[in-house]
């Protein structure tokens, strides 16, 4: 079991950047799947970031949305088991809550979620 506790949401400019981080009570880099998703007024939930398990085929990388790449970042604090979304280039779309989520195999486990909202 692992619970996930996102932060840093709020309201953000048209054009600015925010971070939001993902706290996680253990380490999850090495079997895990970590994403972040987020779900935007009247639209279905969306994944933004997938990080692959370090142990896996894919050995750590990320994977971003058409819609964020190159404007969203992820950067990961392992010692202090924190997972960072920055985004930049901050859209009107950018704004809804954002989670992060992470399992083996699905997404077993979610945060509660952060809001942004972007005008």
């Known amino acids: 079991h692992v619970q996930l506790e996102e932060s840093g949401g709020g309201a953000a400019p048209l054009g600015g950047s925010v971070t939001l981080s993902c706290s996680t009570s253990r380490n999850i880099y090495d079997q895990d799947y970590i994403g972040w998703f987020r779900k935007s007024p009247g639209k279905d939930r969306e994944g933004v970031a997938t990080?692959?398990?370090?142990?896996?085929?894919?050995?750590?990388?990320?994977y971003f949305a058409d819609s964020v790449k190159g404007r969203f970042n992820v950067r990961r604090d392992m010692a202090k088991y924190i997972v960072y979304l920055t985004m930049d280039s901050l859209k009107p779309e950018d704004t809804g809550m954002y989670y992060c989520a992470a399992g083996s195999r699905s997404y077993d486990y979610w945060g509660q979620g952060t809001q942004v909202t972007v005008s």
């Open positions: 990080i692959y398990p370090s142990t896996g085929g894919n050995s750590g990388g990320i």
